[in-house]
């Protein structure tokens, strides 16, 4: 185990798996921004068929793994583990996706941080020789969302100028021990961090800290640099806490000028009403399995560390005026060279 370990909080992989395939299926809203066209399908149906949206929130998660699991030439019965999770109680919204897939599953809740989770652990499960290949799935849903932690949609609450929209998508990657597709080296897990924030409706400040924390510590337990990726990407901070890393990292010294966020590249802030941009575990799903999967395909991108953050709450502990622990656990993904 020692000569995987590479400082406190980081893996690197001896025998890097690979990311075979992947799906992302979003929803009008989603489907209407500035990266539209990097999705696999567009749902304009915010029930996707079904009765209620957290039965539609299901069927969006079960069509995507069967997509990303087509393109893999594989059956959903034939993966090893599904690793999934959302933002609906006890991860129901997975669960009940997954009933009728007959594979081991491990439901997981990271809030927006779960695609990175979910990817991490499928990588680390594979790497030890505990599995050929795996699925990470990873969604979330805004009307399922806005049930349980805000309002209900006809209550008409007014949003803040600091909150930020969920995004209703789900993202799926087959992550495999052979095949072509980008490799995952390494994975740095992040600790919880809590600053004392308590404003719910201001998660990108709550969850910057959590992200400059695994980020820098990313750096030093690898030895690599910022430079050394062509994109740091988190999400999902939105508009406000992404300039609350940068200027944490510029009081070190650091300035980054390869970083960007999920929550921004999804949504166009100035022509669709989404605030300080998207969250959900659905936002940084989509934007890996579906826009930043096919810049590492087409050549514009090699060397990407992903950065999922989530804000780890509940409605209850909200209510009763707690502050809101944060995490931040970052991949490292790389193209291989021929």
Known sequence: ????????????????????????????????????????????????????????????????????????????????????????????????????????????????????????????????????????????????????????????????PTAQWTVTGSGCVIVSDRGPGPAITSITAGKIIDLGIKDISNMGAAMAPAAYDTLKTHFEDTGRSPEDYDLIVTGDLGHLGHPIVSELFQQDGVTLTNYDDCGRIIFDREKQDVHAGGSGCGCSAVVLAGHLMRQMQEGKLHKLLFAATGALMSPTTSMQKESIPAICHAVSIEVRQA
């Not at 992947?22 to 539209?36: N, R």
């Not at 996707?48 to 030439?73: D, H, I, P, V, Y």
């Open 1 to 160: 185990m020692t000569n995987k370990r590479c400082g406190r909080q980081t893996v690197t992989l001896s025998s890097p798996p690979v990311m075979t395939a992947s799906a992302a299926i979003v929803g009008q809203k989603e489907g209407s921004g500035p990266i539209k066209d990097r999705f696999d399908q567009t749902e304009p149906d915010a029930y996707f068929a079904q009765k209620t949206w957290e039965k539609g929130e299901s069927s969006m998660f079960e069509r995507c793994l069967n997509l990303a699991c087509k393109k893999s030439n594989i059956q959903p019965n034939q993966l090893d583990y599904i690793f999934s999770g959302d933002l609906q109680n006890q991860c129901a919204g997975a669960a009940y996706a997954m009933r009728s897939t007959n594979a081991p599953y491990f439901g997981l809740y990271g809030a927006c941080s779960t695609m990175a989770e979910s990817l991490a652990l499928a990588a680390m499960m594979i790497d030890g020789g505990y599995a050929h290949s795996c699925a990470a799935i990873t969604g979330s849903h805004f009307c399922t969302a806005e049930r349980q932690y805000r309002f209900p949609l006809g209550y008409g609450g007014v949003r803040t």
